[in-house]
């Protein structure tokens, strides 16, 4: 057992003073004491706000940020940014992946995320055949994510066409390649690996509907666990609804709504290109979309009707996708803004009378938290995993301010220098800005991308 005191503590949406958590030894809490003296306390105190599960990211990823933005001679887009990725992903070794994912999972610690789904899709060797061991690729970044002491939901991504109609896949592609049953040993091999290993889940991942067949979804559903997430990519582009509409005559979220038992275990990632019925068909459903605030502005992919779908009681989390930013603030903050711009109107995502920044961040650790492993208590709760920080009060961000100002001006006014000590299944992973083996992390990513530069 563990206890850790706090003198102002954000739990389930209200502030609460003089906190002592206890934490099981399964890493959970499982008791929440309030007005307390803090007796037998391991630590010192301070403001204390929950964990942001990250529910959607591609590790490798982070490698090539801000290598997209040199200007082709036609207009950028989504597109074009793909086939950078692509050349890029073609050079990645396990030892790569593994030092690539350790340093962005220490970063996604020190921004306040304290777990992680992991869409994970560079599967094979560089030629495209299989490694030795099928999961050699999803071993490494499960390496990684223990190495720093972020949890992980590991969701191995089923990717078998280019495109609608079972379009066959690009030689840039041979990477991510599984028939349906090649893909179930590597799920078999992934739950078998993950049994018994705390703050490790795995979920099914058909990568978009123009990645998979029907039969493919259909094998998925007969497949699933009903504790096991499913996550997918949809309507993230207009290029993708007008392709499955030429392919269907339905858009991607419509198609997917009546042909799929979308429920409370699924994960629709972007879900930007929306009508009001597929608004109102997810959030009746209660699947939670996975919003990528930073990547959906870095991509140019437009902008989720965000307001329409909370007025239907829909659910969401947040997301970093591209990596191209780590930073729970800015994911919360482009989130509210993008709405901002549009709408020529301010504190969009908040209740009349109330904080902005603690509706999202409720909302979003408490989607986040179904997304990744439903069913089960979300943010500081008994029985959900001890996973929270302490911000800076003494930060310019914060300095001054009283509780009820402490969420939005870590949001809107401060970054990721604002996140104090982080805590993951009740352990300290961050102390003070820091961890314990960040050099040597940092050191190994270097060798890494000085090595990748060279090729690129
Ligand atoms: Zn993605």
Redesign the pocket.
């Known amino acids: 057992m563990i206890k850790h005191f706090f003198q102002n503590a954000f739990i389930q949406g209200k502030w609460v003073k003089n906190v002592t958590l206890t934490v099981g030894d399964d890493g959970c809490v499982a008791a929440i004491e309030t007005d307390s003296a803090g007796a037998g306390a391991d630590n010192q105190g301070g403001v204390l706000v929950p964990g942001m599960p990250n529910l ?1 990211s ?1 590790a490798f990823q982070r490698a090539m940020a801000g290598l997209g933005e040199i200007a082709g001679p036609g207009d950028d887009s989504f597109w074009s940014w793909r086939s950078v990725m692509y050349k890029f992903l073609a050079e990645i070794d396990p030892e790569d992946m593994e030092a690539i994912a350790a340093q962005l999972y220490l970063e996604m610690l020190k921004s306040g995320f304290t777990s992680v789904g992991e ?1 994970h899709y560079l599967h094979h060797q560089k030629d495209g055949t299989p490694y030795a061991n099928p999961a050699e690729m999803s071993l490494r970044v499960m390496a990684a994510a223990e190495q720093v002491g972020l949890q992980m939901t590991l969701l191995p991504v089923l990717y078998s066409y280019s495109g609608f109609g079972e379009a066959a896949p690009t030689d840039g592609q041979r990477r991510f390649i599984h028939s349906t049953d090649a893909y179930l040993d590597l799920v078999d091999r992934l739950v078998a690996e993950t049994a018994g290993r705390p703050g490790f889940d795995v979920g099914l991942t058909p990568h978009s509907l123009r990645a998979v067949s029907r039969d493919q979804l259909q094998a998925l559903a007969e497949y699933r666990t009903p504790e096991m997430p499913v996550h997918i ?1 949809i309507a ?1 582009q207009m290029k993708e609804v007008n392709d499955c509409l030429d392919w269907s005559g339905q858009r991607p979220v419509e198609w997917l709504l009546n042909n799929t038992t979308v429920d409370e275990n699924w994960c629709l ?2 879900a930007t290109h929306l009508t009001p019925q597929e608004v109102q068909g997810i959030a009746e459903r209660g699947a939670v979309v996975g919003l ?1 605030p930073v ?1 959906e502005a870095n991509l140019g992919d437009g902008l989720f009707p965000v307001e329409d779908f909370l007025s239907q009681g829909g659910r969401f989390g947040i ?1 970093s ?2 990596n191209i930013n780590i930073s729970v603030a800015e994911e919360c903050r482009i989130l509210e803004y993008g709405q901002r711009l549009v709408r020529q109107k301010r504190t969009l995502i908040a209740e009349r009378n109330a904080s902005n920044g603690e509706r999202i961040l409720s909302l979003a650790v408490e989607g986040g938290a179904q997304a990744l492993c439903p069913g089960k208590p979300a943010g500081i709760a008994v029985g959900a995993p001890a996973n929270y920080l302490t911000l800076d009060e003494n930060h310019p961000a914060l300095v001054g301010r009283g509780v009820q100002n402490i969420v939005d001006g870590w949001l809107f006014a401060g970054n990721n220098s604002v996140v104090k000590d982080v805590y993951v299944a009740g352990r300290p992973v961050i102390r003070n800005g820091h961890h314990d083996r960040e050099e040597e992390i940092l050191a190994r990513f270097s060798t890494v991308m000085k090595r990748l530069a060279t090729k690129i």
Request: with cysteine; hydrophobic share 15%; aromatic share 8%.
């Open positions: 959607h591609h869409f990519h993230e990632v972007h990528c990547t997301g996708d591209s």
